[in-house]
């Protein structure tokens, strides 16, 4: 069965500092990869996504970027943190033809 | 741009009750997801639904691509079935999911 693993659960960080959050899938080969995010109050969107490995595409402009070093990993990060920048992330995995999405269990941060 | 409008913001439902969720789509879409949120504010996966009618116990969902709209129907509410529900929708041409705001459903006993 595949597995989806957030990292961290959730992070206090100041101002200008940098972030790292990561998101790993066991027991699918290839799988699409996406990275959401949530203001407080706000709504769902989705950042970026990676069809495979070494490539990703941005969505939404954040001051954020994302990586994929390995099949079955996703980076989100950035040298400097705003304020803004505070919401929940999650990570997901599917998409494909006739295939549904499946979500991690998100990182809270807190930028102050 | 795309964009997914859910309704209602807010439900209270008695227990035993019943009701619907809906989601128009100002675009065709080619798929749906409909999802609740639990407590840690993730999602959980109900149905995805590229067209037609799914049921799962006393959720039941449909999708119309050609009339841009996506329902959830909850039948016999549950006090355990409270909480916050969303849809989502896969638009064409894109690998991008876009989602609702999202319904609060209260059961009340």
């Known amino acids: 069965a595949q597995t989806i693993h957030q990292w961290p659960v959730a992070e206090i960080k100041a101002v200008g500092s940098p972030l790292s959050l990561g998101c790993t899938i066991k027991g699918k080969s290839s799988p699409n990869l996406y990275w959401y995010w949530q203001a407080t109050g706000g709504t769902l969107q989705q950042l970026f996504y990676?069809?495979?490995?070494?490539?990703v595409e941005s969505v939404v402009q954040l001051n954020l970027s994302a990586s994929r070093p390995k099949d079955d990993q996703f980076i989100l990060s950035t040298e400097k943190l705003l304020l803004s920048h505070s919401g929940f992330y999650l990570c997901a995995w599917g998409g494909g033809l006739n295939s549904d999405y499946t979500f991690g269990s998100g990182t809270r941060l807190l930028v102050i | 741009g795309d964009q997914v409008e859910q309704s209602p913001s807010a439900l209270s439902l008695h227990e035993g009750t019943g009701s619907a969720l809906r989601c128009n789509f100002t675009?065709?879409?080619?798929?749906v997801q409909w999802f609740r949120k639990n407590s840690r504010g993730s999602l959980i996966n109900l149905f995805y639904?590229?067209?037609g009618t799914k049921e799962n116990g006393r959720l039941k969902s449909a999708f119309d691509s050609k009339e841009r709209y996506s329902t959830l129907h909850i039948r016999d509410a549950q006090l355990e079935d409270s909480g916050t529900y969303f849809c989502?929708?896969?638009?064409?041409?894109?690998?991008?999911?876009?989602f609702g705001s999202g319904t609060q459903l209260t059961v009340m006993p």
């Open positions: 990676s069809i495979t490995v070494g490539q």
């Open positions: 989502a929708a896969l638009s064409s041409g894109s690998w991008q999911l876009i």
């Open positions: 639904l590229a067209s």
């Open positions: 675009t065709t879409m080619r798929a």
